[in-house]
């Protein structure tokens, strides 16, 4: 079903080039029979910076529902921080609009692309709950007389669940990692767990 869609592209230097992943979405957009009414560009911006001009102007125009659908390349380009990322999806999916990550082919309209809203959904949850965590261990080391504590672990069925949806959806480690806001070390050793079941698994 064709549908009233925006682009939304973002380069972290002015030396890129944004129309390289306003080509491909237009392509994409295309050949899902989509018309484009908006394209929104921030250039020489980080994804971890989060107020944007074209980001904003895209919220806005979302609000004002002026469009239904929106491409963007990759996860990274919508945002770098998993907080954000969140936070601008929900908004996004509150108002009923469709994503479509292009690089790492989700689009949420599908089974897997809700999939992916549940694990966001889930890791909204755990972010939440590490914050909970930290407040309570800066509370026990105050107490203590500022004896060093551990750091809160980053590990659970969340995490898990975002490392293998974007793993197997062919993201490279260190996207994997800045998405999830954790260390490549701990991405590496997700992996290699999810690695081992699959073995396992096969094996049974």
């Known amino acids: 079903m064709s549908e009233v869609a925006s682009i939304y592209a ?6 890129q080039f944004p129309e390289n992943q306003i ?10 029979g989509d018309k484009i009414v908006a394209e929104f ?3 020489g911006i980080s994804g971890s910076k989060k107020d944007r001009d074209a980001l904003n102007q895209m919220l806005s125009a979302a609000r004002s ?14 945002s770098r921080s998993t907080k954000d990322l969140i936070d601008t999806v929900e908004v996004l999916n509150d108002l009923k609009i469709h994503i479509v990550f292009q690089r790492e082919n989700i689009d949420t309209t599908s ?3 809700q ?8 890791l909204a949850q755990f972010e939440r709950e590490i914050m909970r965590e930290r407040i309570k261990q800066g509370i026990d080391r105050a107490k203590s007389q500022g004896r060093k504590m551990g750091r809160p672990t980053k590990m659970n069925d969340a995490l898990r669940n975002a490392v293998q949806l974007l793993y197997s959806k062919g993201a490279s480690i260190r996207t994997i990692a800045k998405t999830c806001s954790v260390g490549i070390g701990t991405t590496y050793k997700i992996i290699q767990e999810i690695q081992q079941d699959e073995h396992l698994t096969a094996a049974a």
């Open 10 to 15: 973002r380069c972290s230097t002015t030396d």
């Open 23 to 32: 080509r491909v979405l237009r392509d994409l957009a295309e050949r899902n």
């Open 41 to 43: 560009v921030d250039k």
């Open 65 to 78: 529902r002026k469009f239904t659908k929106l491409y963007v390349v990759s996860i990274d380009r919508l």
């Open 111 to 113: 089974a897997m692309g």
């Open 115 to 122: 999939f992916f809203l549940t694990v966001l959904g889930s």
